[in-house]
């Protein structure tokens, strides 16, 4: 078990990483092609493949000018997470109204 821990530790996530959005993308297809999706949530949703973008421009700025991983850079990971943190609010608010006008 120790053993596959170690490979676990040492496996490059960027092909895992490329891999997951292909998943992504069918789901906003899918969630574009329905009436059942809130739009804000909809937005929020797209704005998580803002993020992603950011989030790997960022790591290269880092990487190129700093010499550094992202997260140590604090003002670029901030900044990156902070579109998470927009699109997760987008997310939920648009959920949060669709349950409010289903109970009314």
Do not use: C
């Amino acid at each position: 078990m120790n053993n596959f821990l170690l490979y676990l530790a040492d496996l490059d996530p960027g092909p895992i990483f490329v891999f997951s959005l292909f998943p992504f993308l069918f789901f906003l297809y899918w969630a574009n092609k329905t009436n059942e999706m809130p739009k804000i949530s909809l937005w929020g949703f797209r704005m998580t493949l803002l993020f992603v973008g950011i989030t790997i421009a960022f790591s290269i700025f880092a990487q190129v000018n700093y010499g550094k991983e992202l997260t140590d850079i604090d003002a670029l990971h901030g900044s990156a997470e902070a579109f998470l943190a927009i699109s997760d609010g987008l997310v939920a608010l648009g959920f949060a109204g669709l349950i409010q006008n289903s109970s009314k």
